[in-house]
C-alpha cells in the first residue's frame, strides 16, 4: 500500500525559511510525478507545486513562485519542498500528493499526468507568525 | 489564476440526489478532460472521487458521477447515505501547466 508521510512543519518567523519532506513507500517512486498542496485552516485547498517523476519537470504556483523550490530524490522515495521568505499568508497544512498517472508512456512524457492525485499524506501544519 | 467556483454548500435528504458544479474557464475546465473531484472529512486528506471528468478510482461507490458541459463541470452523488456529509472540491489542469481547485463545498446530510 502506498503510504506517505511528511515531516518538517512547525513554527516560523514572517521572513523565516522552513524544509518540508515527504517519505513515500509502497510505490515505484521514479515512476510518478509527485506534487505539493497546501490548505489554511478551515479553507480550500491551494496546489503549490509539482515535480515530475524524474525531477526534470517543476512547476510553481504564481504565489510561491521564486521563493519556494521542489525537489526529489528517487534513491530514497523522499520529496521536498524547501521555503523562503516565508509569509503569514503561507500558514497552513502542506500535503504531498502522488499523480495517479505514470509520468511517462512509451517515452513519452505528458505534463497532464502531474495530475490528479491518488494518494496523500496526512499532512504537516507550517506557521508563520511572530 | 483565480480558484474554480463552487457553490459554498448544498443539502440533501438520504436517498435523494445532489449536484455540485464547478465553474471555471476555457483554459483550465473547459479546456481538458481533466476535471476531478476530492472528498475531505474533517481533519483528513482529501480523497480522489473523480478524475478525467468521470471516472471513478477502485473503491469508490458508482453512487458518484461526473459530468461537464463547457466551462462547468459537476459532480452528482445518487442515494444519499450520511457517510458523504463532507467538504468537496473540484480541480481542473491547466493551460499554464498549474492545477486549480474550487473553493470548496460542504454537503450536509439532512
Known amino acids: 500500500e502506498v503510504q506517505l508521510l511528511e515531516s518538517g512543519g512547525g513554527l516560523v518567523e514572517p521572513g523565516g525559511s522552513l524544509r518540508l519532506s515527504c517519505a513515500a513507500s509502497g510505490v515505484t517512486f521514479n515512476n510518478y510525478a509527485m506534487s505539493w498542496v497546501r490548505q489554511t485552516p478551515g479553507k480550500g485547498l491551494e496546489w503549490v507545486s509539482a515535480?515530475?517523476?524524474?525531477?526534470?519537470?517543476?512547476y510553481y504556483a504564481d504565489s510561491v513562485k521564486g521563493r519556494f523550490t521542489v525537489s526529489r530524490d528517487n534513491s530514497k522515495s523522499a520529496l521536498f519542498l524547501q521555503m523562503s521568505s516565508l509569509r503569514a499568508e503561507d500558514t497552513a497544512i502542506y500535503y504531498c500528493?502522488?499523480?495517479?498517472?505514470?509520468?511517462?508512456?512509451?517515452?513519452?512524457?505528458?505534463?497532464?499526468?502531474?495530475?490528479?492525485?491518488?494518494?496523500w499524506g496526512q499532512g504537516t501544519l507550517v506557521t508563520v507568525s511572530s | 489564476q483565480s480558484a474554480l467556483t463552487q457553490p459554498a454548500s448544498v443539502s440533501g435528504s438520504p436517498g435523494q440526489s445532489i449536484t455540485i458544479s464547478c465553474t471555471g474557464t476555457s483554459g483550465d475546465v473547459g479546456g481538458y478532460n481533466y476535471v476531478s473531484w476530492y472528498q475531505q472529512d474533517p481533519g483528513k486528506a482529501p480523497k480522489l472521487m473523480i478524475y478525467?471528468?468521470?471516472n471513478r478510482p477502485s473503491g469508490v461507490s458508482n453512487r458518484f458521477s461526473g459530468s461537464k458541459s463547457g466551462n462547468t463541470a459537476s459532480l452528482t452523488i445518487s442515494g444519499l447515505q450520511a457517510e458523504d456529509e463532507a467538504d468537496y472540491y473540484c480541480s481542473s489542469f491547466t493551460s499554464s501547466n498549474t492545477v486549480l481547485f474550487g473553493g470548496g463545498t460542504k454537503l450536509t446530510v439532512l
Open positions: 500528493a502522488k499523480a495517479k498517472r505514470t509520468d511517462c508512456t512509451n517515452g513519452v512524457c505528458y505534463t497532464s499526468n502531474l495530475y490528479p492525485f491518488d494518494y
Open positions: 515535480i515530475s517523476g524524474s525531477g526534470g519537470r517543476i
Open positions: 478525467d471528468v468521470n
